[in-house]
């Protein structure tokens, strides 16, 4: 699918990842919807100015399923139904299992997997009426392997490669394609803060000796929103971590 005059919805992407995502379709002409939980500065919306196409701004909670169709309408009403989806928003709340609450438990699936169903299924059915249209589910490479520490958002990174398979077996006759990206490593406002000993214990695990780069994880995105041919699939990059 040429993603060019085409309207991308990217939840949490306002820093990180998402904003990647955001600047890489944006540069691919794509028209942008940008969402966080905050409201975003008409300053933030300036920087895309440069790429000549149309990006609004729709804040609010994915985790919410109301919110969640509120966002999708009004992002519709703006600029017309929604051709790609990026269920990138996600937190972390770290612990180890003997420790956690039910409520550390349920507050990160709620925002990683359930946000993501809410998402989905608010712009599924345009979707399938148009038969065209590209969701990309943000995973991790810790869904595949687990964590220590990491049970809740491991289950829900884990979850959303279940979804996207079921999903994806669901439209695929309708041209609708879903497919996940797996993430390793990659610099983040999160790994700055890392202190350099557990960093060199983080790269000896990687093959590549490096951590990537949020770029690279948004040209895989516009890899997956342009192919025409690929859906239910799971592309890990994280320099060869899992292989």
Do not use: C, W
Not at 121 to 131: G, I
Not at 180 to 201: L, Q
Not at 210 to 227: C, S, T
Request: no cysteine; net charge neutral.
């Amino acid at each position: 699918m040429e993603i060019q005059n085409k309207n991308a919805f990217i939840t949490g992407s306002t820093r990180g990842i998402g904003l990647a995502i955001a600047h890489k379709f944006a540069a691919l002409g794509a028209n942008i919807v940008l969402n966080g939980r905050s409201a975003i500065s008409e300053e933030f919306l300036a920087e895309f100015a440069p790429y000549g196409v149309k990006v609004i701004a729709v804040s609010g909670d994915v985790s919410d399923y109301a919110d969640a169709q509120r966002m999708v309408k009004e992002a519709q009403e703006k600029l017309g139904n929604i051709d790609i989806l990026v269920n990138n928003a996600g937190v972390t709340n770290d612990k180890l299992m003997l420790k956690m609450t039910e409520a550390d438990f349920e507050s990160v699936l709620k925002i990683n997997l359930t946000g993501a169903f809410n998402m989905t299924q608010s712009v599924l059915k345009p979707m399938t009426k148009a038969r065209q249209g590209a969701i990309i589910n943000m995973s991790s490479v810790v869904g595949l392997t687990g964590n220590v520490g990491q049970a809740n958002y491991a289950a829900s990174k884990a979850g959303l490669l279940g979804l996207t398979k079921s999903v994806a077996r669901e439209v695929a006759a309708r041209g609708v394609r879903i497919n996940a990206i797996a993430p390793g490593f990659i610099e983040s406002d999160m790994t700055d803060a890392i202190p350099d000993k557990m960093k060199e214990s983080m790269l000896a695990q990687i093959p590549m000796k490096r951590i990537g780069k949020a770029e690279e994880v948004a040209e895989v995105a516009a890899f997956l929103a342009q192919q025409e041919y690929l859906t239910g699939q799971v592309i890990a990059i994280d320099g060869g971590m899992t292989m």
